[in-house]
């Protein structure tokens, strides 16, 4: 069955610094991935989606996710935080099973704190 | 404005007093499903609709139901909720002919409390 795994569930950064979310998923087929934000009091939007193909993908506002077969990652990048990137962050898999119903399996979610 | 709506935004019940949940969505999305959100849990799939009057269950459909006689409407319903499914709940719409790897369009969600 499909895992997430997002290590760190509130990370703070400064204005301007690195962002960087951490993902891990076990899945037995090929998965999809995506990077969801939820901001305060709405619901979940895509940021990002790895189907095939190039395996560093860019999404909205700045960010971007890398594939990595071999580590079974798909970390979340901004190389610069802004103030309006405090939310909750996402990662989740599709499982491909045919039983599965067209399933994502979320994370447990990281809330990103920006300080001034 | 394509949109999924869901009400109320928040509810208050006590133990044992049945409720809905609406969601309804304007896109002609045949896909629609309904995830619960506890912290450290992420988002968790109780149900799921494929089309109308074909529904199924996810990961966590115990106390829960649901219905879809239309495509555009898909209702939660506690017959008996009790306090351990106090939590924010969300539906979600997939495009027509959107496979595993389309997006969903989720609903800004609505926060139960069973006390």
Same mark, same amino acid.
């Given at each position: 069955?499909? /895992?997430?795994?997002?290590?760190?569930?509130?990370?703070?950064?400064?204005?301007?610094?690195?962002?960087?979310? %951490?993902?891990?998923?076990?899945?037995?087929?090929?998965? #999809?991935?995506?990077?969801?934000?939820? #901001?305060?009091?709405?619901?979940?939007?895509?940021?990002?989606?790895?189907?095939?193909?190039?395996?560093?993908?860019?999404?909205?506002?700045?960010?971007?996710?890398?594939?990595?077969? /071999?580590?079974?990652?798909?970390?979340?990048?901004?190389? /610069?935080?802004?103030?309006?990137?405090?939310?909750? #962050?996402?990662?989740?898999?599709?499982?491909? %099973?045919?039983?599965?119903?067209?399933?994502?399996?979320?994370?447990?979610?990281? %809330?990103?704190?920006?300080?001034? | 404005?394509?949109? =999924?709506?869901?009400?109320?935004?928040?509810?208050?019940? =006590?133990?044992?007093?049945?409720?809905?949940?609406?969601?309804?969505?304007? !896109?002609?999305?045949?896909? !629609?499903?309904?995830?619960?959100?506890?912290?450290?849990?992420?988002?968790?799939?109780?149900?799921?609709? !494929?089309?109308?009057? =074909?529904?199924?269950?996810?990961? =966590?459909?115990?106390?829960?139901?649901?219905?879809?006689?239309?495509?555009?409407?898909?209702?939660?319903?506690?017959?008996?909720?009790?306090?351990?499914?106090?939590?924010?709940?969300?539906?979600?719409?997939?495009?027509?002919?959107?496979?595993?790897?389309?997006?969903?369009?989720?609903?800004?969600?609505?926060?139960?409390?069973?006390?």
């Amino acid at each position: 069955a499909q /895992s997430v795994t997002q290590l760190g569930s509130h990370v703070s950064v400064s204005e301007g610094a690195l962002v960087l979310l %951490r993902c891990n998923y076990s899945s037995s087929v090929p998965p #999809y991935l995506f990077w969801y934000v939820q #901001y305060p009091n709405q619901g979940l939007q895509l940021l990002l989606k790895y189907t095939t193909g190039a395996t560093l993908v860019k999404g909205i506002n700045g960010f971007e996710a890398e594939f990595k077969k /071999s580590e079974t990652s798909f970390h979340l990048t901004k190389p /610069s935080a802004h103030m309006s990137d405090a939310a909750e #962050y996402f990662c989740a898999v599709s499982d491909m %099973r045919k039983a599965a119903g067209n399933k994502l399996t979320f994370g447990g979610g990281t %809330r990103v704190l920006v300080k001034p | 404005e394509a949109q =999924v709506t869901q009400n109320p935004r928040y509810l208050i019940t =006590v133990t044992g007093k049945k409720l809905t949940v609406t969601c309804s969505q304007n !896109m002609n999305h045949e896909y !629609m499903s309904w995830y619960r959100q506890d912290p450290g849990l992420g988002l968790r799939q109780i149900y799921y609709s !494929m089309n109308v009057e =074909v529904t199924d269950k996810g990961d =966590v459909p115990e106390g829960y139901k649901v219905s879809r006689k239309e495509k555009r409407n898909f209702p939660l319903i506690l017959e008996s909720p009790s306090p351990n499914q106090t939590s924010l709940y969300f539906c979600a719409s997939r495009a027509p002919g959107g496979g595993l790897d389309e997006k969903l369009f989720f609903g800004s969600g609505t926060q139960l409390s069973v006390l």
